[in-house]
């Protein structure tokens, strides 16, 4: 007659745990205390993920017979999956003082140290389990597992590819390689490997999400978004997975829903530093800075030494025009992390913005040392060297560029920093060869993430702007704002000259350059949200709404904006004289803020249309949405026309129109005559204004900082060929 226990095994190793449980079972009813049963029973507890039970079981048999090692070791197993770790580790040491020379129990040793996060004693443990069986495919991949931790890439990604030669048909450490390869930008073999993982393994849910991950990155996002279904239907509660749903979600533009799967995330996982960072980039890319700010400290206080939070951080405070904030953020970012490419890469970006482009060059290329994959660093290093960049920079790029394995968004944004370099180098043809692509990816990036532009929407908002800024409007609204002299507005359109106009006055000792701020905006903005006593409505109901509030308009609200727009001027600079916004854009909100700040100073700079098209054209905005279509830019450029029309006929406050190519060719007579406009005496620094320390947030930082120069008066003839139809149009 067949032993029962030895039937059970068979079942056992074949899988079938149902039936071994079933056996085990029945000899324990026989036996209640056979130490085998008891623990191969519960062994199968913990392959059936129920670890508690495990542990009564397996415990029970330790009692009865201690002297087993694999007793001990499938104990420390048990209470690993628990999260016991100390009692993991306990188990394990006991396994191996039973027998020293046993492998698994020395891996497993090492897997509860990486939970109590001794890494160097856990790397020995997996060493030591490796020597004792060198083909010991899982101990290489724990291993390569806690060099990643330790922030040791390189080393982890050599050895999970000797976890995949040992083994090939393991599933896990394909799935950490793909991951790991991912995060070094190499996306081609990280889709292979991850796919392969899935094929091998689909029964396990790290697979899916790992594949998810690297198919987001390639911006397939509908099927990254499969895979992250498919691994929370094997796994409900697997918080990392909830998490990266919300990163694909926010990468498509659904800001609402991703913030919902943040928040289930957070649900799972409270103290994840990860998930606040993420939600805070979120918050950042709404423009809520407040949300932004908070969310990066709880980041950084679950996790001091979470380097992608300092960074993320450093770059609000960069965006909010508080430079040594972002220097000190950046800087413990790179302690905490200097391996982190996108903390030198935006480090170079805030060198750049104080004039300081040796350090910013510096910064760029430590990023691309760290990650030679790592596009941003590349485009930028392009951007800021432009004809000075290097022929083997260009080369690299080049290289880079050619990647089978980028996503659209970032081939684009090296497709612009080439561009930059070759149109410096006079190659006007293959700039602009790069400039349609670069364009071309861009806009439909934007449009699969929600995020296109509608001319005809645009073209309402105009129209229903100079329905409600009548004459009879601002006779009505008159005496309505406050009185003050510190506001000083310079607007247009983008790359039209509104940098170069705020430097010069930025140089002047009692004018405080404030670069783009959005305080225009929000002013209409407020008007319908609800947040002021005459909001007509919620914020949902949009312009519309606006527009009825201001239609509306009374003294009380009036001065409620006025003040708090003075009060946000305030905060930036409470001493200076003027305060210059340079916001270009603002020339859609010069009705409302006539109203608001009678007293200020209004500055219209008007450049060539062409010129400034092509410019936009080749600019890789950040948030501008119709700057890669040239029909959407012409129709801007057409309904910005109409809307300055308009102000000129019927603003009550006089504008200043200062033209770029005066400026260009008279740089002291336009200075002067813009000191005198804001009621300032004549200052000789202001002929200076590209020697200046001052930060300064524009996509044509690298251009202001130079002295005047006349090469972008007539730029738009190198791009006839390329852009004919749209310089036309402007033309006429």
């Given at each position: 007659m ?6 059970a095994?068979?079942h ?5 745990l149902?039936?071994a ?13 056979h ?25 029970r048999?330790?009692g ?8 001990h070791a499938n ?11 100390a009692?993991?580790?306990?188990s ?7 027998q ?5 129990a020395?891996?497993s040793l090492g897997l ?5 996060g ?11 389990a ?11 991949n724990?291993?390569?597992?806690a ?17 995949v030669?040992?083994?090939?048909t393991?599933a896990?450490p ?8 991912l ?7 990280a889709l ?9 393994r689909?029964?396990?849910p790290?697979t ?22 498919r691994a ?7 918080a ?7 990163q ?5 533009g ?15 996982d409270p103290?994840?530093?990860?998930f ?8 950042d890319?709404q423009?809520?800075t ?7 400290e ?13 960074s993320?951080?450093?770059w ?8 040594d ?7 413990r ?12 890469c935006?480090l ?5 913005e104080?004039?300081d482009?040796a ?5 760029f290329r430590?990023?691309i040392?760290h990650n ?5 660093a590349?485009?930028q ?9 290097p022929?083997?920079d ?10 089978a394995?980028l996503?659209?968004a ?8 080439l ?5 410096a180098r006079r ?7 790069q ?11 934007k449009?699969?993430r929600?995020?296109?532009y509608?001319?005809?929407a ?5 129209a229903?702007?100079?329905?409600a800024?009548?004459?009879d409007f601002f006779?009505?609204?008159?005496g ?5 002299q510190?506001p000083?507005?310079?607007v ?18 009692q004018?405080f ?32 709404c606006?527009?009825a509030?201001?239609a ?6 009036a001065?409620?904006l ?7 001027l305030?905060r ?7 305060v ?15 109203v ?10 008007r ?5 400034v098209?092509v410019?936009?054209w080749m600019?890789?905005?950040?948030h501008i949405?119709?700057?890669n ?8 450029f ?20 200062v033209?770029?190519?005066q400026?260009?060719?008279e740089?002291e ?6 000191v005198?406009w ?7 620094a ?6 200046g320390?001052?930060?300064v ?7 202001v ?12 003839k ?8 749209m ?6």
């Amino acid at each position: 007659m067949a032993d029962p226990l030895a039937t059970a095994l068979e079942h056992h190793r074949r899988g079938e745990l149902a039936e071994a449980a079933r056996i085990y079972e029945h000899l324990l009813a026989e036996q209640p205390e056979h130490p085998d049963a008891l623990h191969l029973l519960g062994v199968v507890a913990i392959q059936r993920g129920h670890c508690e039970r495990a542990v009564e079981l397996i415990s029970r048999a330790i009692g009865r017979q201690p002297g087993v090692a694999a007793y001990h070791a499938n104990l420390c197993e048990a209470y690993r999956v628990l999260g016991r770790a100390a009692e993991a580790a306990d188990s394990a040491r006991a396994a191996l003082r039973l027998q020293p020379n046993y492998p698994e129990a020395a891996n497993s040793l090492g897997l509860a140290l990486v939970a109590q996060g001794q890494l160097d004693p856990a790397i020995a443990q997996f060493r030591a389990a490796l020597r004792l069986k060198p083909h010991f495919a899982m101990a290489q991949n724990n291993w390569a597992n806690a060099l990643r931790l330790k922030g040791e890439a390189a080393q982890a990604i050599d050895h999970f590819r000797q976890a995949v030669r040992i083994d090939p048909t393991l599933a896990e450490p394909r799935s950490n390689l793909g991951q790991m390869l991912l995060e070094q930008g190499n996306l081609a073999e990280a889709l292979e490997h991850c796919g392969e993982a899935v094929r091998l393994r689909p029964d396990l849910p790290e697979t899916h999400n790992n594949l998810g991950n690297a198919l987001r990155e390639a911006g397939r996002l509908a099927e990254a978004k499969l895979c992250y279904a498919r691994a929370l239907r094997l796994s409900p509660r697997l918080a990392m997975t909830h998490n990266n749903m919300a990163q694909a979600l926010q990468e498509e533009g659904h800001t609402d829903e991703a913030r919902a799967w943040y928040y289930k995330a957070l649900a799972l996982d409270p103290n994840a530093a990860r998930f606040h960072c993420n939600l805070a980039s979120l918050a950042d890319e709404q423009e809520n800075t407040a949300e932004a700010v908070a969310e990066y400290e709880t980041a950084i206080r679950l996790d001091p030494g979470y380097a992608e939070a300092h960074s993320g951080l450093g770059w609000v405070r960069q965006d909010q025009g508080r430079p040594d904030e972002a220097l000190a953020c950046y800087r413990r970012a790179i302690a905490a992390g200097p391996g982190l490419a996108a903390a030198h890469c935006n480090l170079g970006s805030l060198h750049e913005e104080l004039n300081d482009f040796a350090a910013a060059e510096q910064a760029f290329r430590a990023a691309i040392r760290h990650n030679p994959r790592y596009t941003a660093a590349y485009a930028q290093l392009a951007t800021l060297l432009r004809g000075k960049l290097p022929d083997a920079d260009l080369d690299a790029l080049r290289r880079v560029v050619a990647d089978a394995g980028l996503s659209d968004a970032k081939r684009s944004a090296l497709l612009f920093g080439l561009a930059m370099a070759l149109d410096a180098r006079r190659e006007y043809a293959a700039a602009a060869e790069q400039l349609q692509r670069a364009n071309a990816l861009a806009l439909a990036d934007k449009q699969q993430r929600g995020q296109g532009y509608d001319p005809a929407a645009h073209a309402q908002f105009v129209a229903s702007m100079i329905a409600a800024c009548t004459p009879d409007f601002f006779a009505r609204a008159r005496g309505f704002g406050l009185e003050d002299q510190r506001p000083v507005f310079i607007v247009g359109l983008p790359r039209s000259g509104t940098t170069l106009l705020e430097q010069v006055l930025a140089s002047h000792p009692q004018v405080f350059g404030a670069g783009e701020q959005q305080l225009g905006r929000e002013d209409f903005e407020a008007l319908g949200s609800g947040a002021l006593p005459f909001g007509s409505g919620p914020a949902s109901d949009g312009d519309a709404c606006c527009f009825a509030a201001l239609a509306g308009l009374d003294q009380a609200t009036a001065r409620g904006l006025a003040q708090r727009h003075l009060d946000g001027l305030s905060r930036l600079s409470p001493a200076a004289l003027r305060v210059v916004d340079k916001m270009p854009e603002n020339y859609l909100y010069l009705g409302l803020l006539a109203v608001l700040l009678p007293q200020a100073k209004f500055i219209h700079c008007r450049r060539d249309l062409r010129d400034v098209a092509v410019s936009c054209w080749m600019t890789n905005f950040r948030h501008i949405r119709w700057a890669n279509d040239p029909e959407h830019i012409a129709a801007r450029f057409e309904e910005y026309e109409r809307l300055m029309a308009h102000w000129q006929a019927v603003l009550p406050a006089p504008i200043l129109e200062v033209c770029y190519e005066q400026t260009v060719a008279e740089l002291e007579t336009v200075a002067r005559r813009l000191v005198a406009w804001c009621g300032l005496e004549w200052n000789p620094a202001c002929l200076e204004f590209h020697r200046g320390k001052q930060q300064v947030r524009t996509a044509s930082v690298v251009q202001v900082r130079q002295p005047i120069y006349g090469s972008s008066v007539a730029r738009w003839k190198h791009y006839e060929g390329a852009l004919g139809p749209m310089l036309g149009r402007l033309a006429r």
